[in-house]
């Protein structure tokens, strides 16, 4: 079988693209949003990022997550690449895995203003031990305050099946 060269893979336009700047220190500025042409009607909106990656802040040692977004937005909805770079940007970050969720959620409801999110992590073992953190947020005032509320309290009565590690 023939390797690939120019003539098959003439038809991407993002994979090899020079414009598009992969970052290696957190960014949250490469986020980017865009109108959302359904806002009378709430609904999910759900990313799964199977290859996250950010560094002990002690050890420096790498770890590895899917990282599970799911948000019902209101004006905006976030632009995927712009999602998929900002992730990516957490590769050398060093911080907790509590932390990296927290700073997930806050930067997209800064970005977004969604009526509500969730952000979990489901990091892979390290020395025996997985760390799955979870956080959301309803906006205050509405239902999804509430929602937000009974999501979180009923968050871990059913563990699913784990299969990412």
């Known amino acids: 079988m023939a390797g690939r060269n120019e003539e098959t893979l003439k038809d991407l336009s993002l994979l090899g693209n020079q414009n598009t700047k992969y970052l290696y220190k957190y960014s949250p500025d490469v986020l980017e949003s865009i109108d959302n042409l ?18 002990c802040p002690q ?8 990282i599970y977004i799911s948000y019902i937005p209101d004006k905006k909805i976030v632009e995927s690449k712009s999602l998929k770079l900002y992730l990516f940007s957490f590769r050398n970050h060093g911080d907790f895995h509590e932390d990296c969720v927290n700073i997930i959620m806050n930067d997209l ?22 760390i799955d953190p979870y956080c959301n947020y309803g906006k205050t005032g509405t239902k999804f305050e509430q929602m937000a509320e009974h999501r979180l309290m009923n968050h871990d009565m059913y563990p699913e099946k784990v299969d990412n590690r």
């Open 38 to 55: 359904h806002s009378g009607r709430d609904y999910f909106v759900k990313f799964n990022c199977p290859e996250f990656t950010s560094l």
């Open 59 to 66: 050890t420096g040692q790498p770890d590895f997550a899917t």
């Open 109 to 130: 409801i800064k970005l977004l203003d969604p009526r509500y999110i969730e952000v979990w992590g489901k990091f892979t073992p390290r020395g025996g031990l997985s």
